[in-house]
């Protein structure tokens, strides 16, 4: 009877240590997992698809800018220059014969505007061919999306091909429209599941090449603003210069845009014409 005590005592004791032990390899696999990070490159913090479905909802330029910088919509978390404040995205229209376009860009610091994309639309006789093209530096090259409409189903249409002067926003860095407050990115993971219902069902699709031919150069199609610390995909040397004097927080390991992200950050934004000023942005 003795034996058999020790015996059951000593299978008990052995599997006691088991059960502790599987609980703490568990934990160690799951720590693997979640400190493993990448980086989170500027244009992700910008969908532009999503700034499609803005493009289909607005009635005219200045109505565009104020839906891509509105908070509410969450379509822009974009912060260029990591000053923990969505950059405020400036429309200029402009275009020619059956032509229009929009060029969305962002002033960095005061002086330095940095183009992020463009937005085209090509009128034919009874469609709007869309097309959203994201600057090289931030995006990598040719990256687009495309998508077509029925002219009596898109809203700018009519003021678009209407006699109008072409808008060019009036708001500069630190001077904004009273109805616009500045407001702090959100993380990465909170950024794709505020535009997820917005791209979910768009009819934007992804290519590597232009769908308009006789496309007209955008006016800010030079601007590229050098003091960039968020990722870039294709970065200028001046911006990589920059960026090995400042680091951007986002780099977890080196590179300047070679590497792909992980564990994000982002943001919103909105616009009128009795200005706010805002020290910083």
């Given at each position: 009877m003795g034996d058999h005590f020790y015996k059951y005592l000593i299978g008990f004791l052995i599997l006691i240590g088991l059960i502790n032990f599987a609980p703490s390899c568990h934990k160690k696999d799951n720590y693997n997992i979640n400190v493993e990070?990448?980086?989170?490159?500027?244009?992700?913090?910008l969908d532009l698809q999503a700034v499609g479905v803005l493009v289909k909802e607005a009635k005219d330029a200045e109505h565009l800018e104020r839906l891509i910088n509105d908070k509410s919509r969450g379509v822009n978390n974009l912060d260029l220059n990591e000053d923990d404040k969505v950059d405020y995205i400036k429309v200029t229209e402009y275009g020619e014969e059956n032509i229009r376009g929009f060029s969305l860009t962002?002033?960095?610091a005061s002086g330095e505007e940095q183009e992020v994309a463009v937005v085209e639309i090509e009128k034919t006789s009874d469609q709007a061919n869309v097309q959203i093209h994201g600057n090289e530096q931030m995006y990598g090259q040719n990256h687009y999306h495309r998508s077509s409409f029925g002219v009596t189903d898109f809203l700018l249409m009519s003021y678009l091909f209407s006699s109008h002067r072409y808008y060019a926003s009036p708001w500069r860095y630190g001077y904004y429209p009273s109805y616009y407050s500045a407001y702090r990115p959100v993380p990465h993971r909170s950024y794709r599941q505020n535009v997820a219902p917005m791209t979910k069902s768009t009819s934007y699709s992804k290519t590597?090449?232009?769908s308009i031919k006789n496309s007209v150069k955008s006016p800010n199609a030079t601007k590229s603003a050098s003091s960039i610390k968020a990722p870039l995909r294709k970065p200028t040397s001046t911006q990589k210069s920059f960026q090995s004097r400042?680091?951007?927080?986002?780099?977890k390991s080196g590179g300047f845009g070679s590497k792909r992200p992980s564990r994000p950050s982002v943001r919103s934004s909105s616009s009128s014409r009795s200005g706010r000023s805002f020290s910083g942005k």
């Open positions: 990070e990448t980086t989170v490159m500027a244009s992700d913090n962002v002033e960095v590597n090449n232009s400042n680091p951007s927080k986002q780099i």
